[in-house]
T-cell receptor, first 114, second 113 residues
Framework: AQSVTQPDIHITVSEGASLELRCNYSYGATPYLFWYVQSPGQGLQLLLKYFSGDTLVQGIKGFEAEFKRSQSSFNLRKPSVHWSDAAEYFC????????????FGKGTTLSVSS | NAGVTQTPKFRILKIGQSMTLQCAQDMNHNYMYWYRQDPGMGLKLIYYSVGAGITDKGEVPNGYNVSRSTTEDFPLRLELAAPSQTSVYFCASNLPQGDQPQHFGDGTRLSIL
């Protein structure tokens, strides 16, 4: 069965430091992968997506992610974190046979210290 | 540009009561979804619909029902509310192609007491 694992429940980084959020997926074919961000009390906003082609994808707010098939990973990165990046981040893979519903990881909460 | 609109934003129910969570989208999206989000668990799919009149169960459908009479609306019905249904509910929609991202509403926070 398809699944998504986000190994880190909570990460704290200093403002201006670099960030990497880990995501591993289990899926037989080439996956459709997404990263979403959720601010407190809000819905989910798409950061970026990967379907095919270039394995390094650029998203909004200065985020990027790299698809590594050999490691079944899709890690999210940002070179310099801003205080406004504090939020919960979800990695997801499209679920086959259910429209294009998503299977989500459990999320990683990012805190930014000054 | 409203996108996906969910009502109400908050609700408290007593055990055994029923209610309908409303979801409407104005983007002419064929596909719509209901997810529930529990702390530390991510989002799980309750029901989905690929068009008016077509719905199907997701991962956690028990205790819920849906209907899809129009492209725009996709209400979620709780018939006999139970404490286990305390959660945040999100509605989402997208176009049929697999590379089309889902657009999410702001959620309905539901407490069953």
């Amino acid at each position: 069965a398809q699944s998504v694992t986000q190994p880190d429940i909570h990460i704290t980084v200093s403002e201006g430091a670099s960030l990497e959020l880990r995501c591993n997926y289990s899926y037989g074919a080439t996956p459709y992968l997404f990263w979403y961000v959720q601010s407190p009390g809000q819905g989910l906003q798409l950061l970026l997506k990967y379907f095919s082609g270039d394995t390094l994808v650029q998203g909004i707010k200065g985020f990027e992610a790299e698809f590594k098939r050999s490691q079944s990973s899709f890690n999210l990165r940002k070179p310099s974190v801003h205080w406004s990046d504090a939020a919960e981040y979800f990695c997801a893979v499209a679920r086959p046979g259910a429209g294009t519903a998503l299977i989500f990881g459990k999320g990683t909460t990012l805190s930014v210290s000054s | 540009n409203a996108g996906v609109t969910q009502t109400p934003k908050f609700r408290i129910l007593k055990i055994g009561q029923s209610m309908t969570l409303q979801c409407a989208q104005d983007m002419n999206h064929n596909y719509m979804y209901w997810y529930r989000q529990d702390p530390g668990m991510g989002l799980k799919l309750i029901y989905y619909s690929v068009g008016a009149g077509i719905t199907d169960k997701g991962e956690v459908p028990n205790g819920y029902n849906v209907s899809r009479s129009t492209t725009e609306d996709f209400p979620l019905r709780l018939e006999l509310a139970a404490p286990s249904q305390t959660s945040v509910y999100f509605c989402a929609s997208n176009l049929p192609q697999g590379d089309q991202p889902q657009h999410f509403g702001d959620g309905t926070r539901l407490s069953i007491l």
